[in-house]
T-cell receptor
Framework: ETGVTQTPRHLVMGMTNKKSLKCEQH?????MYWYKQSAKKPLELMFV???????ENNSVPSRFSPECPNSSHLFLHLHTLQPEDSALYLC?????????????FGPGTRLTVL | DQQVKQNSPSLSVQEGRISILNCDYT??????FLWYKKYPAEGPTFLIS?????DKNEDGRFTVFLNKSAKHLSLHIVPSQPGDSAVYFC???????????????FGTGTLLAVQP
């Protein structure tokens, strides 16, 4: 595997379900991110992890719970979601020691909440 | 309030001609700008970037221009090819502590269609 991978690619869940999104980066990066992309809206940064430590939580509801066990893996745990949470969830990674932040994205998980 | 704006949701261009994608921003603290390209069912891929100390950066068929006084940047693709058809996102970042920064602010994207 190369680059940034995400599983599953598609997920349909009910409002009472609990599910998790997984992201893995094979680039040797030390920062990872979760973004949400809703229709006709900009990519919204949700969480940032630098060296496994969460450094940013962009006012994300607690029904979204991130986990970063190491600098290569990132999870987004979902529970009691709402239909308006249906969106494309993108994971990205970057190398923090470089001066500028070029982030590399995974293919995303298309989430539908019924 | 959106700090990065792409006011054209779509653009159609003939193959071989120039494509010009525009982006405006409001935060004068932005010091680095990036363009990403996104195909359907794929994540965005980095295309080209420019530092605020420059006004132009060129990479093959792609050139990004920055006009700091107007808070405007543009991406020129010449000649345009059908494979360039995708959504193009403009993004900007501010200096972080220690020089590195994590936060990219994205625009809503412009769908480019290059007609054969």
């Amino acid at each position: 595997e190369t680059g940034v991978t995400q599983t599953p690619r598609h997920l349909v869940m009910g409002m009472t379900n609990k599910k998790s999104l997984k992201c893995e980066q094979h680039l040797g990066h030390n920062a990872m991110y979760w973004y949400k992309q809703s229709a006709k809206k900009p990519l919204e940064l949700m969480f940032v992890y630098n060296f496994k430590e969460q450094t940013e939580n962009n006012s994300v509801p607690s029904r979204f719970s991130p986990e970063c066990p190491n600098s290569s893996h990132l999870f987004l745990h979902l529970h009691t979601l709402q239909p308006e949470d249906s969106a494309l969830y993108l994971c990205a990674s970057s190398h923090l020691t470089r001066s500028y932040n070029e982030q590399f994205f995974g293919p995303g998980t298309r989430l539908t909440v019924l | 309030d959106q700090q990065v704006k792409q006011n054209s949701p779509s653009l159609s261009v003939q193959e071989g001609r120039i494509s010009i994608l525009n982006c405006d921003y409001t935060n004068s603290m932005f010091d680095y700008f990036l363009w990403y390209k996104k195909y359907p069912a794929e994540g965005p891929t980095f295309l080209i970037s420019i530092s605020s100390i420059k006004d132009k950066n060129e990479d093959g068929r792609f050139t990004v221009f920055l006009n700091k006084s107007a808070k405007h940047l543009s991406l020129h693709i010449v000649p345009s090819q059908p494979g360039d058809s995708a959504v193009y996102f403009c993004a900007a970042s501010t200096p972080g502590e220690g020089g590195a920064t994590n936060k990219l602010i994205f625009g809503t994207g412009t769908l480019l269609a290059v007609q054969p």
